[in-house]
């Protein structure tokens, strides 16, 4: 018998993958197991797609152990899918973070991404099947013996009522509160030093790069599938390995889940048509080369097993699956993550850590605001040279070949030297226009290339602010307790500023190189126009 | 008792100065003198101002011994001012001729042409008075004793029926017939020799060149009066003259009566009003410095007598006026010019003649339609330039700037540099929108003047041409007839011919050094960039 649930909410579809589904409707599941807080199955018009679990509640008409059956089959018993009911009452919010992790595993739009449904419900489901103790799924307060049990520990700390808030959902809260517990290996150890600047990430003592080639455009299933493989090469082994989006995407998932105050940048967007045209694959392979720069030289990130055996393991199947199995399985996630930072011996000035996150606040809200106006500015620059300067550099050389057309009417043989080179100069003209045409490419792509990376980046931190912030102000509001809870808030400043610090610093990096490049490209347009121009002015003397 | 004229036809005025006239009016007439064609007076609306002279027919109520009055008071007798009946048949024609003259000579709008009014009345007068042979004046068919004496030697020479006509008017035609005859000294004699491309004049064995200074705002009647005035410097005296625009164009009205096929260019256009900006002085000025270049260079314009005068003759009033009134009275003007030519001693074959008179034809008129074309398109990328291309490469410098703005809230030390070299990025392209808007004034309004001047040169040419048909015309309809006018014929296409080669010599010198001269501004404006580039480049390794 088919699976049903009743519609919680109106939601509408805003991305390929997802249906719209109404409030009281009912929706035919295709499985109870929920996709990173997504319900697969079809509406009352026939749909087939993903929905946001917490807007449906499951009609349990089976009779199974775990349910509070109340025996009638006429009126079903009806629980949560898995949300608790505070989710269901802030939708919008709730959405908003769905969609920030769907938007990077929606599928049905990307057939390279097809191929292994069932391999990521497997993964998915072993996630799930680990029971964190600070997801989603068991933050029911007073329902799980280890809430209980934590509630007693810090019984004079508020809890966050909002259960779909960063601050709870990243395990900042459940970390501050004392509730993390894991078992934390030497090799997990991640530590904060305190630099020229502040609070930093000790720097990986061996550092690293990693190579993309081309991609390949690969098919299987005789054909009837095809997908790009990316060949990459880490300097540390210098062996080469073969990835697919799919692969990046599945490293994503496990780093967002891993990493909760540190920002894992955006994969490049993907494409539902045309992405083995080669615009879209240079575009893509350019944002990987960014994102893979940024993973490897990132102290942390950089460092970390599951991004390593992302970059190590060959082609054997078996080792992958293990390694994928064990990351999958990696219990120092979320809250337990705080448990691995070693903070510098001196604590910081938490007063001081609150003006450095609110100057940050200020400088990424500009920044992304400023971003915006720059990359309009930008594109809309490229496309007056592509079209407009291009244009009126060939109108020009149109005209000193009309006059030279005219000039050559006149039969007089010593005129000859000057129209060949007022045709040379039409000519050198209408080039001129062409590297107009051709230059955005070179000089401009790349700025709002980076600025829409940087853009995508900048979508992290509001998050990760808002988990210090959210420690701060729990330890304000109970300043009278435990140097516990202000040694918690300590590493979750620490670990917050180094981020903060790492981004600083390859922002600095990558726009000083970026503006280097750029203005050495525009110096050599000129020259090569100015070249140009000189070749044309030597016919004059011939 | 007011003199007055009645209008033979409308005449819509188009010109500051000119009055416009309607059929039938009655005008009142100021003087009966002629001002070359144009008549002054007030028209039924009290405007007062010029109109063709043509165009009224003066009502004689007085009693005059050269008037054939038939005695009645109340029906006045008509007689056209000095036009012949034909003229008034081919108002259009006329009015373009008239034009031609007015356009340089049209006061009223020009103060620094006021004051010397009446001097100008006295030169018309005088010019009149000397009652020249092939002017419109005397040219009523069997009116004159002259032209019916001449009109025997030509009997079987059909005359041309338009005496408007270019070829008339500019003496071409009297001058194939025989018609000319005046004392010619050996100074005067025109050598027209057999040049590698053709008949071309002889070299100026004295060849000088005439620099122009910076024009100086004079003043007179106690400030009431001002005008501008030009140091004129020729290298074969050394000594510097001063020169009024009133002095440049009288010395035009001498060359184009002078020498009726050679392209004297029109003076630079003069402005009603704004003539002391600096603009127009400049713009004026370079058009000044083009003319005194093309008239120095000219084989025989720069060698005649009235150019001397005007170029040698000092401070001296008495010198001056002596000089002034030979000037005017030069018998070799119009059809006497072509007895001062003295051609090569081999005739031209007239069917060539023809053929390249017919390719010049198609050149002038290509050349002054792609002159048209190029000339928009170069006022069109100036003013893209001005505008366009500046804001873009200001907003794209305030767009790094807005980068660099929000950098500067990240309060990290280690950013400090690129900031400011993101802010000096931003300066630079804004300096760089500046030099694109600042461009057009070096390289292509240069080009822009010279295609105006040649556009107004080229204007002369229809009639130069326009004479040359006319002579070959009249040789083909008599070709059994005497040798003399085939001669002469030869020594009207030499003068021609001779032309020709001048115009197509000093065009491809013109354009060839005004290309170098935008192609080597150009080359400097795209280092200039170069430069502001690299040294914003530079600042990213500071």
């Not at 509640?57 to 009806?78: T, Y």
């Not at 490293?251 to 994969?267: D, G, T």
């Not at 000859?416 to 001129?432: F, K």
Request: negative net charge; aromatic residues 10%; charged residues 25%.
């Amino acid at each position: 018998m088919a699976l049903k649930a009743r519609v919680l909410y109106d939601f509408s579809s805003e991305n390929p993958g997802e249906i719209s589904i109404a409030e009281n409707e009912l929706v035919t599941l295709f499985s109870e197991k929920e996709l990173d807080g997504w319900l697969e199955g079809t509406n009352r018009s026939g749909q087939a797609g993903l929905f946001p679990a917490t807007y449906v509640e499951i009609i349990r008409s089976d009779v199974s152990p775990n349910n509070n059956n109340n025996g009638g089959f006429d009126s079903p018993d009806i629980s949560k899918a898995s949300a608790p009911p505070l989710a269901a009452a802030i939708p919008a919010l709730a959405q908003q973070l769905a969609q920030r992790v769907v938007s990077q595993t929606s599928q049905g739009s990307d057939d390279d991404w097809d191929d292994d449904w069932d391999d990521r419900s497997t993964a998915t489901d072993d996630t799930s099947s680990r029971a964190p103790a600070y997801t989603v799924t068991t933050s029911l307060p007073g329902r799980t013996a280890a809430a209980s049990q934590q509630a007693k520990s810090s019984a004079t700390v508020g809890r966050n009522l909002n259960r779909f808030s960063t601050f709870v959902k990243s395990g900042g809260e459940a970390f501050l509160l004392g509730e993390a517990s894991a078992l934390v290996k030497d090799g997990d150890r991640i530590c904060v030093v305190m630099g020229q600047y502040g609070p930093e990430w000790q720097e990986n003592p061996y550092p690293f790069s990693c190579s993309i080639d081309d991609p390949t455009k690969q098919t299987k299933f005789k054909g009837m599938k095809s997908y790009m493989s990316y060949g990459l090469t880490p300097t540390h082994t210098n062996v080469q390995v073969n990835r697919r989006y799919k692969h990046f995407d599945w490293l994503y998932a496990r780093l967002v889940e891993r990493f909760p105050v540190i920002s894992v940048p955006h994969l490049p967007e993907k494409q539902a048509t045309g992405r083995f045209e080669e615009d879209f694959i240079t575009k893509r392979r350019k944002g990987l080369i960014w994102w893979m720069n940024h993973m490897s030289s990132h102290p942390v990130l950089g460092h970390c097993d599951v991004f390593q055996h992302f970059l190590i393991c060959g082609a054997d199947e078996k080792a992958w699956k293990m390694g994928k199995r064990r990351a999958e399985r990696d219990q120092l996630v979320g809250a337990n993550f705080f448990l691995t930072i070693s903070p510098p011996a001196v604590p910081l000035d938490l007063q001081e850590v609150e003006s450095k996150i609110e100057g940050f606040k200020s400088f990424t809200k500009r920044l992304d605001e400023n971003i915006v106006v720059v990359n309009t500015t930008i594109n809309e620059f490229a496309r007056k040279q592509i079209t407009g300067f291009k244009k009126e550099y060939q109108r020009v050389g149109q005209g000193f070949r009309l006059l030279g057309q005219a000039f050559e009417l006149d039969q007089q043989a010593y005129s000859t030297g000057l129209n060949q080179a007022m045709a040379y100069t039409g000519e050198a003209y209408e080039t001129i226009g062409e590297y107009f045409a051709e230059q955005p490419r070179q000089d401009l792509d790349p700025i709002s290339d980076l600025l829409d990376l940087y853009r995508g980046h900048l979508a992290n931190y509001p998050d990760i602010i808002h988990v210090q912030k959210g420690a701060l102000t729990k330890v304000k509001d109970c300043q009278k307790l435990d140097g516990d809870l202000r040694d918690r808030c300590n590493i979750i400043s620490c670990a917050t500023l180094a981020e903060v610090q790492y981004f600083h610093r390859t922002r600095v990096r990558d726009f000083r190189s970026q503006m280097q490049h750029h203005l050495s490209q525009q110096i050599s347009f000129f020259q090569k126009i100015t070249a140009k121009l000189q070749d044309a002015l030597q016919k004059y003397d011939e």
